[in-house]
């Protein structure tokens, strides 16, 4: 199966003032053909089809920096990932 990891842009400055409806969520992989989330080993991953790509996403955090904080923790089983606004 073809995997795809898509890197999209986004701002990595820190958030100015606060927003309590604005949420992160870090991108794991994004797929041309849907997996089940169970076969990742994953717990509490989710999955959404945007623009033909299953893109896998995990965590929910209410500021960048609690998700960099995360991220930070599994930056090196997952290389490619990267913080999104949450969906």
Request: positive net charge; aromatic residues 18%.
């Amino acid at each position: 199966k073809y995997l795809k990891t898509i890197k999209e842009n986004f701002d990595l400055k820190s958030e100015s003032g606060s927003n309590s409806s604005k949420t992160y969520c870090i991108q794991l992989y994004a797929l041309r053909n849907a997996k089940p989330v169970e076969s990742f080993g994953v717990e509490n991953l989710r999955v959404k089809e945007v623009d033909g790509y299953f893109k896998y996403y995990v965590g929910e955090f209410s500021s960048r920096r609690e998700a960099k904080k995360y991220y930070e923790t599994i930056k090196d089983k997952y290389p490619d990932a990267f913080i999104v606004k949450s969906f």
